[in-house]
Each structure stands twice: as structure tokens, then as C-alpha cells.
């Protein structure tokens, strides 16, 4: 059982100290292989830049001139910061508006340069990039500027980290994260990548290892948990960690995994509030008579804590949500509430959230951060949430008791 102390609740909730047992896990995970790095010098042949653009050998250009700390610091926030983006779905296209929109004071305002700028783009598929890119111009038509930076093909990653760009924004499916992310460290780029951040374990530890090498570089590594950055979770998590609950007793979640991606982020809350990852899962899962897909697994925490991850897809929707139980009551999570043990609310959130809630801060806060010469650092949280989906998945196929590596 976890007992968090009055004090904990004033810990700086984006990162994780190095004494941390995040900060061990994942020092674990990135120690246990050798370094993982290897230059890439395959010319971008199979790649066609849109606008006219020379097409260089991006594994070799992007390493000749590291950029980590190339950003300046003026008053005012006056810096110029410019930005790629590699994967244009939905998600990508969104992640490159709030990161235009965040370097303005007014993030709703698309009619004045914000001082960050999209300079580039890669995908895949071509209407895919055509699409994002009408997207963002339509929504932020002064901070697009990817005149001949339209890169399209399996290697089009490959010309946004060999174009000048600050951070890069990493959103294809996870199964491409580590090659990507390995590639943008080389190329001494500040990292934004969405998560979940690996599809196996295999590109967890590429990603821990590539984060070492990240880190001694001076990199920022910035991960959409975008639930951090809301304020009513902030709220909630640090009258948890205070002890608004007394001593924590269980927790549950509901929703998704690690292809639904909410999985991740509701792991994420739990690992947050104890500070803690699960060391061990058992679970079961299927599809029922009516075809619908669920499963249920029941995580073991480093003290013992138990948590109860359920996931059913259904007609009419599907319940999602975080629930923290104690020895003075509950908390709903994503209603940002907490009731005593008589269910009569004793707190409830009161913050209003501006546009975009924790997508739109997340970007708003990192912008700023680099701007003002810091670097983020949140890949331990986001390995530790990754791993721990892995963990539910390998309990479900194996039906064993399975413990965490």
C-alpha cells in the first residue's frame, strides 16, 4: 500500500528526479544492450520532394551540424523557432497547429506570426501531406513556410532532420518511433513524439538507449501525455500524492490499449500519482459473443499497490476514466472530484481550461521552455507507461502471472 507524504504534492509534476524509481527503470532499460547507434548514409532515392527541392543524403547532412543548443534567449520570447514534422495524420496536423499557436501569446490568434514556424513536412502518402498542409495553413497561414520541404516516401523522415529545423515532431505509428527518434538525436534536433512510444519492447530499449545519448547532448525530449498538462489532473494528482485520500488503496482505469493509445495515458496517471511502476500483470481478453473486444488486467505495483485496468469496446461508446481509492475516500480522475467515504463531494475541481486544454499547454509550456534556454526531459515517464502496457499485453496472450524485465 502507498501512503504519500504532505510533501509530494509540491514535486514539479512534468519530470522525474534522478533518484526516482522512474528515473532507475528506465536507467535499467537503456543499460542492459549495448549503445545503439548507427549513422545512416542511404541517399533519399526513393523519396520525391515537393516545390522543386535538392534531395541530399540526409543521414550524413543531418549529423555534420548538431543544433541542441542553437536557440537563443531574448526578451519577450522573440526567438524564431522552427519546426518539422514527420507523420501528417490527424494527429501529426493537430501537434504542428498547437505548436505554431504556441508561440504566440494569443494561441487562437492565426492572423499574426507566433515566432514558430513549420519548415517542413514528410509522409508517406502524398494526399496525406497535401491534406495536413492545407490544414495548417488554413489554421495558422503565417507560420508555414515549406516552400520545397515536402517530403513524400518510406525515406521522406529523412529530409525534414537534414532540413534547419530546432524540434521535430515525430507522429507516425509507434512501430517507426525508434528509428526516428535514433535519426533525430543524431541529428542533435529537440524532440517532440507522441506515444505511445514503442510498439514492442525492442523499440522501448532502442529509445532508451537512444535517450542516453539525448541526454548528454543537451536535447529536449518532449511526449504527448498531454493529460500533465491539463490542470484539473494537475489538481487531482496533487491532492492525491497530499493525502486528501489518506492511505491509497487500489486504483482502476477503463479505456483502451496500446493501438486505442489511451491505455498509455492511463497508465501514465497511476504511474505519476505513486511514483512508481508496475512490477508485475495478470490478465484475460478476447471477444465475446457479439464480437466485441475486451480484456482486464490486474497490475502489481512496486509496494504492492493493486490496480485494476479494464478495457471494453461497446455500441454507444466506451468508459474511460481513472478512479483512485483510499482509506478517506475516492477520486474520479477524469471528473476531478473526490468524495468521502459516505460518496458526499468533498472537492471538486473549479479550473477552466483554455482551448486545446492539455494538447494546446503541452506545446504552450515546451515552446516556452526552450525559449527560455531549458530542456525538457520527459522520455522516463514515457517509457515507464509504454512498458507498462506491454507488461497487461503479455499478461493477456500468455495468461500467466507475468513480471516486468
Avoid at 534567449?73 to 504556441?102: F, M, N, Q, Y
Avoid at 498538462?229 to 493525502?243: I, P, S
Avoid at 491509497?248 to 504511474?271: K, M, S, W
Wanted: proline share 3%; hydrophobic share 40%; charged share 20%.
Amino acid at each position: 500500500m502507498t501512503k504519500p507524504s504532505a510533501s509530494t504534492g509540491a514535486r514539479k509534476p512534468p519530470s522525474q528526479p534522478a533518484g526516482s524509481p522512474l528515473a532507475a527503470h528506465v536507467a535499467r532499460a537503456a543499460g542492459n544492450r549495448r549503445e545503439f547507434f548507427a549513422r545512416s548514409t542511404m541517399a533519399l532515392g526513393s523519396t520525391v520532394a515537393l516545390g522543386g527541392s535538392a534531395v541530399v543524403a540526409a543521414g550524413e547532412a543531418a549529423v555534420a551540424d548538431p543544433r541542441a543548443n542553437r536557440i537563443g534567449v531574448h526578451a519577450g520570447g522573440s526567438d524564431r523557432i522552427r519546426i518539422g514534422l514527420i507523420g501528417c495524420g490527424a494527429r501529426g496536423k493537430a501537434a504542428a497547429v498547437e505548436a505554431i499557436a504556441a508561440g504566440s501569446d494569443a494561441t487562437n490568434d492565426a492572423s499574426a506570426a507566433s515566432g514558430v514556424e513549420l519548415v517542413a513536412m514528410a509522409d508517406t502518402q502524398s494526399n496525406q501531406l497535401q491534406t495536413a498542409y492545407r490544414t495548417i495553413r488554413g489554421r495558422q497561414r503565417h507560420g508555414v513556410e515549406v516552400a520545397g520541404r515536402r517530403f513524400i516516401g518510406p525515406d521522406g523522415w529523412r529530409g525534414v532532420l537534414a532540413s534547419d529545423v530546432d524540434l521535430v515532431i515525430l507522429a507516425t505509428p509507434p512501430e517507426f518511433r525508434a528509428l526516428h527518434f535514433e535519426n533525430a538525436v543524431e541529428a542533435g534536433k529537440h524532440v517532440f513524439m507522441e506515444c505511445p512510444i514503442a510498439s514492442d519492447a525492442a523499440g522501448v530499449q532502442r529509445i532508451a538507449q537512444a535517450g542516453v545519448r539525448a541526454r548528454s547532448a543537451g536535447l529536449a525530449v518532449a511526449v504527448g501525455h498531454q493529460r500533465r498538462h491539463e490542470l484539473r489532473t494537475r489538481q487531482c494528482v496533487e491532492r492525491l500524492r497530499g493525502g486528501m485520500l489518506g492511505e491509497l488503496t487500489y486504483a482502476r482505469t477503463f479505456g483502451g490499449d496500446l493501438h486505442d493509445d489511451r491505455q498509455v495515458h492511463r497508465l501514465d496517471i497511476v504511474n505519476w500519482v505513486l511514483d512508481q511502476t508496475p512490477r508485475a500483470a495478470r490478465g484475460f481478453g478476447g471477444v465475446n459473443e457479439d464480437n466485441v473486444p475486451y480484456h482486464l488486467v490486474e497490475y502489481t505495483y512496486e509496494t504492492d499497490f493493486p490496480l485494476i485496468s479494464q478495457y471494453r469496446k461497446h455500441r454507444g461508446g466506451r468508459q474511460h476514466g481513472e478512479y483512485f481509492h483510499g482509506t478517506l475516500g475516492s477520486c474520479d480522475m477524469a471528473h476531478g472530484s473526490i468524495r468521502d467515504r459516505s460518496g458526499k463531494v468533498i472537492w471538486r475541481s473549479e479550473a477552466k481550461e483554455i482551448r486545446g486544454k492539455g494538447w494546446q499547454r503541452q506545446f504552450n509550456e515546451l515552446i516556452a521552455s526552450l525559449r527560455a534556454g531549458e530542456k525538457p526531459w520527459q522520455l522516463d515517464q514515457a517509457i515507464a507507461s509504454t512498458n507498462a502496457v506491454l507488461l497487461g499485453q503479455a499478461a493477456i496472450q500468455s495468461g500467466q502471472r507475468t513480471r516486468q524485465l
